[in-house]
């Protein structure tokens, strides 16, 4: 009954029908009334089991209320379990394991030990049979291990392996082991590409060059991309132009370098064109590789996804491309890799055109001012003075606990000691006046609120006082719900750009003053004897009007009677 209470039978006869049914029927015990004596024992004996089964029966409830709070917990997490029959190599595993490599655990039938094998890479094999051994021997309590397994759909995916012995023979050996399998394939991915990123920034930072800076980029691709063949192309003039591409065949390297950009030029001639990623899956039959699936084929390239990376002012800079021997389409963790890929080869592109132009600013001053007077002299050695490339620093921004990360170079940018820690977010505000201050803490709140990343320029104070500009940059890190974890960048010093270009416009204001200033004629032709600069003081300028000149030839813009005069000098000046 609900209140468990002990059922005892008296009967007045042996074997009656009644009582022998109610003792079928559950009853705990049988007394006949003219023996009642053992009554008063019965019922306390009954009433003790009676105790017993209720408490068993509530220990069994509690029981199936853990199993199944386990269970449910199981599946919430998404936990693989596996259970091992050492001695014959039987595996039981539930869905969830194999669900995390694409298959259904039909479809992995007959299942033993042999299957956990043949799906492990070869090199995590070796490295979790070592893990395996150690734990045998009792040398570790508990079997640990992260590993990379070979999922349907052909790519790898990291699992974090666990597990312990649960039974031993009397001489030690294992008998039976169950554990767990525990996806942290985002995890190390997103690990891999942070690696990468740092790496290359440093060296972005470090100011080292281009090509080994690319050469770097591809090969930490490739080590993301599974089978992946990765290069870079660079953009110029309409062409695209061997970047980096370290394990592509060298035959097919050149044959592909100075290709067109154009719509059907392959993967990187049509992604540059088009100005989007293109993917081609199989090389043998897309129509973007009609004209040059023999030149890929040749060298046993299958298929090929381009993206362009793009410039801020929205020219392409080059191509970045995975090529691959079997027929392949990229699944979503690849394609966060190329967007990595690609934000980093604009920077390190971008930061090399912006050093040569540096350079060719650097190179036309020295020119102008070798032309100048010696007056002049003094301040071209000031303004080549100014112009030296900027110093790039890396940053990052925990947004939970507001915590910065600096390189090297940002301590310099700001004067302060590298030696030092980086100072918290709330005094990094005092390095800004008070509406870069508060743009700022805009441009970082909308990062981080509504994922927006951000290119501009600040104006900052150095620790020692003083005032310059800085370019920054950053992009932002989200977790699997897109809440923004981490912001991360660069910041890179253009004070001295912004001061050239300054003195640049003041010396050249007093150039033109100084040229107005002279009573004469003054003009410069090209090399078909056309004006191209015509410049004229008051006392002569009634004999032609200047921008009636530009574009003529000599005895097209002067008056007649001046042209005979003159002739000779045409291209003396």
């Keep these: 009954s609900q209140l468990h209470l002990p059922f005892i039978v008296v009967s007045g006869t042996i074997g009656e029908t009644s009582a022998v049914e109610l003792m079928k029927a559950g009853a705990h015990d049988y007394l006949m009334k003219n023996n009642l004596t053992r009554l008063p024992e019965a019922v306390r004996r009954e009433l003790r089991e009676a105790k017993v089964r209720l408490e068993r029966q509530q220990a069994e409830a509690i029981l199936d209320q853990t199993k199944e709070r386990l269970q449910l917990a199981l599946e919430g997490s998404g936990i693989g379990l596996w259970d091992w029959s050492i001695p014959t190599g039987v595996v039981t595993l539930n869905d969830r394991w194999a669900e995390m490599i694409g298959y259904s655990l039909l479809e992995l039938e007959p299942i033993s030990i042999q299957t956990w094998r043949h799906y492990t890479h070869p090199d ?29 759909l052909g790519m790898w995916v990291w699992v974090l392996a666990r597990g312990k012995v649960v039974e031993w023979d009397a001489a030690g050996t294992p008998l039976r082991m169950t554990g767990t399998h525990l996806d942290i394939n985002d995890r190390k991915q997103a690990e891999l590409r942070l690696a990468l990123q740092h790496s290359v920034l440093e060296r972005i930072a470090r100011a080292q060059p281009l090509p080994e800076i690319l050469d770097l980029l591809v090969r930490g691709a490739e080590e993301q991309f599974e089978g992946g063949l990765c290069s870079v192309l660079l953009c110029d003039q309409g062409k695209l132009h061997h970047g980096a591409a370290p394990h592509l065949p060298a035959a097919y390297n050149q044959a592909v370098n100075g290709i067109s950009i154009g719509e059907g030029v392959g993967s990187c001639g049509t992604a540059a064109f088009r100005q989007e990623p293109v993917i081609v899956s199989d090389i043998a039959t897309d129509p973007l590789w009609q004209d040059y699936r023999h030149i890929a084929l040749a060298h046993d390239l299958r298929s090929c996804w ?257 042209v005979g005069n003159h002739a000779e000098q045409q291209f003396a000046v």
């Design 124 to 152: 995590d094999l070796q490295k979790a049979t070592v893990a395996l051994e150690q734990h045998f021997c009792k040398v570790t309590q508990v079997y640990e291990c992260e590993l990379r397994m070979h999922h349907k």
């Design 306 to 562: 381009s993206v362009p990376v793009i410039a801020s002012d929205g020219s392409v800079l080059a191509t970045f491309a995975v090529y691959h021997q079997t027929i392949h389409t990229p699944q979503p963790q690849e394609l966060d890799v190329i967007t990595l890929v690609v934000n980093i080869a604009k920077i390190a592109i971008e930061r090399e055109q912006a050093t040569q132009a540096l350079e060719q600013l650097n190179r036309e001053l020295e020119d102008r001012v070798l032309q100048r007077t010696t007056a002049l002299q003094q301040s071209e050695a000031s303004l080549r003075e100014a112009q030296q490339v900027a110093h790039l620093g890396s940053w990052e921004l925990d947004v939970q606990t507001r915590q910065i990360t600096w390189s090297a170079e940002v301590f310099n940018i700001f004067r302060l000691n590298p030696s030092h820690s980086e100072p918290s977010y709330e005094a990094l505000l005092h390095y800004f006046p008070p509406d870069e201050r508060v743009r700022f803490n805009r441009l970082i709140d909308r990062a981080i609120h509504d994922a927006e990343p951000y290119t501009t320029d600040f104006q900052i104070i150095r620790a020692d006082g003083s005032r310059g500009d800085i370019f920054a940059k950053a992009q932002l890190v989200q977790d699997a719900s897109g809440k923004v974890t981490r912001l991360f960048g660069i910041a890179m010093d253009i004070s001295d750009r912004k001061a050239i270009q300054e003195a640049l416009q003041r010396s050249e204001e007093r150039a033109r003053a100084t040229l107005l200033a002279l009573p004469d004629l003054v003009f410069r032709v090209n090399r078909e004897g056309q004006y191209v600069d015509f410049l004229t003081s008051p006392q002569v300028g009634n004999l032609v009007a200047p921008d009636q000149a530009l574009g003529k030839r000599f005895h097209e813009a002067l008056p007649s009677n001046l």
